[in-house]
Antibody
């Protein structure tokens, strides 16, 4: 079973870059898979930040695209998020997730594209506060 | 304003059946993109509850079920229990915006 654990600074200054890492255990990153980041501002709902594939392909939220960079380090079994030029509105709990697109009917299973993937495992989340 | 619209809150007594709606449009649910549902207890990470409109991950009680019709989807919970009190989020893909989207979330209160 995949397990995810976020890590990174809990406090970031305005205009600085937020950097988070998600350590993956129980699943070799060398096997093709999509990974992602979701955030949740205090008292609010969930917001999709972006997805990254093992080979480096990415999908970013257009509203954050100019500030977001995601990367994968298969040798360290981890993937990372960088969000530049942060402001107070970036204060949130940040979750890393693993995605899965397998759908089974009886003994038959098929993998469907990223557009049909679901977030089957979530990290516990890490709180990031943007403040001077 | 979320692309997927959920009621802010629903409630029900123990043993009752409740449904949570997730209303989208022709560029997401109506376009055939799947709806997934997540359950979140206060102070904890969300967990997958229903995927692919109707599939239930192993370990999720069969009291939980999902359905989809047209541009909307629903999560139904039967035999409501106190432990079901949580926030519920629907999620899908929107081809017009090119983003994966969540509903605003629904807080379920067990009376």
């Amino acid at each position: 079973q995949v397990q995810l654990q976020e890590s990174g600074p809990g406090l970031v200054k305005p205009s600085d870059t937020l950097s988070l890492t998600c350590a993956v255990s129980g699943y070799p990153l060398s096997i093709s898979n999509w990974w992602g980041w979701i955030r949740q501002p205090p008292g609010k709902g969930l917001e999709w930040i972006g997805y990254i594939y093992d080979s480096g392909g990415t999908h970013y939220n257009p509203s954050l695209k100019s500030r977001v960079t995601m990367s994968v380090d298969t040798s360290k079994s981890q993937f990372s998020l960088k969000l530049s030029s942060v402001t107070a509105v970036d204060t949130a709990v940040y979750y890393c997730v693993s995605l899965r697109g397998e759908y089974c009917s009886g003994d038959t299973c098929e993998d469907r594209s990223i557009y049909y993937n679901y977030m089957d495992v979530w990290g516990q989340g890490t709180t990031v506060t943007v403040s001077s | 304003q979320s692309v997927l619209t959920q009621p802010p809150s629903v409630s029900g007594a123990p043993g009752q059946r409740v449904t949570i709606s997730c209303t989208g449009s022709s560029s997401n649910i109506g376009a055939g993109y799947y709806v997934h549902w997540y359950q979140q207890f206060p102070g904890t990470a969300p967990t997958l509850l229903i995927y692919g409109n109707t599939y239930r991950p192993s370990g999720v009680p069969d009291r939980f079920s999902g359905s989809k019709s047209g541009t909307s989807a629903s999560l139904a919970i039967t035999g409501l229990q106190a432990e079901d009190e949580a926030d519920y989020y629907c999620q899908s893909y929107d081809s017009s915006l090119g983003v994966w989207v969540f509903g605003g979330g629904t807080k379920l209160t067990v009376l």
